[in-house]
């Protein structure tokens, strides 16, 4: 919707992440994300904003949660990344 509209995407995070017993499937899902995010800012040129809220953590904060043009993060929020 955004990308025919000529709109900036807005992306809220908050996530602990793919657990590995949800499967493989589930780990790709931040890769198709991340994957997308990039044609989404380097080909179409549109801007993304990312918002982190509490818990924003693992995969997330590896891949398509960081990403963004802007990146805000709700007060006291907890963000993090281990790996």
Do not use: H, W
């Amino acid at each position: 919707y955004a990308t025919n509209k000529f709109l900036p995407l807005i992306l809220g995070c908050a996530s602990g992440g793919a657990r590995m017993q949800e499967g493989s499937l589930s780990l790709m899902q931040m890769a198709k994300i991340s994957s997308a995010l990039y044609d989404y800012q380097s080909n179409k040129k549109f801007f993304y904003v990312s918002i982190l809220t509490s818990p924003t953590t693992g995969g997330v904060t590896a891949s398509f949660g960081m990403l963004g043009d802007i990146i805000i993060a709700e007060p006291n929020a907890y963000i993090a990344f281990a790996g």
